[in-house]
């Protein structure tokens, strides 16, 4: 169907209406109502954008909101302490983003390492750990140390191994390092004190020990 509208035709229907005969229609204006009307019939005729389902959505996207849930789980303190490297690679992901299952199993097993308290970390001045997932939960590889590990390489090591880090926590601030153990050391004490008192010793006598 042709709807474009032609001059002779907007001619013939104003000389066809009475009183409208002599009324002139301009060139101009007349090109332009044209060039409209077949722009707005061009853009009718185009199919409406698709909205892209879950599984069409970029892996850069994915990727992204990958991030932002591992940034949201819990820590404990001792977690805190540690510089923690998150690696995936990309067939990871797009197991993750095909298999909602496979991306709750990788977000909870990172949950569950991150919340979990770790005595030795504090007494050892922090530690390192490495998460490594691919396609499937059999790909999973998890390893962590201490500073001192193999005589004070401990350092050194994660940074070596931390190169391909998706998500990363660093705890590079020597100062901030120290408050963090001290105050779970200053927790360790609070602890064993109320164990040892069987909840006799009171909170303000514990809070003076602690100052």
Request: aromatic content about 10%; glycine content about 8%; hydrophobic content about 35%.
């Amino acid at each position: 169907m042709n709807n474009s509208i032609s001059s002779a035709f907007l001619a013939g229907w104003t000389g066809g209406m009475p009183g409208m005969a002599n009324i002139p229609v301009p060139a101009a204006r007349n090109s332009e109502f044209l060039n409209v009307a077949e722009r707005i019939r061009t853009e009718q005729a185009q199919p409406p954008k698709a909205v892209p389902a879950k599984g069409e959505e970029s892996l850069e996207s994915y990727k992204q909101q990958v991030m932002e849930k591992i940034s949201r789980l819990p820590m404990s303190a001792s977690s805190r302490m540690e510089n923690i490297s998150v690696q995936i690679s990309d067939e990871g992901f797009e197991a993750m983003k095909n298999d909602p299952e496979y991306e709750a199993w990788v977000l909870d097993t990172l949950k569950k390492n991150f919340v979990f308290q770790n005595p030795w970390t504090p007494v050892c001045g922090g530690g390192y750990v490495i998460h490594r997932f691919g396609a499937t939960k059999e790909d999973y590889r998890g390893e962590s140390w201490f500073p001192g590990y193999r005589g004070g390489q401990g350092a050194a090591i994660y940074k070596e191994k931390a190169k391909d880090s998706f998500w990363e926590q660093r705890v590079e601030n020597h100062k901030k390092r120290m408050e963090l153990q001290q105050q779970e050391a200053d927790r360790q004490r609070l602890l064993m004190k109320l164990r040892l008192s069987g909840g006799s010793i009171s909170a303000a006598q514990l809070l003076l020990d602690l100052l």
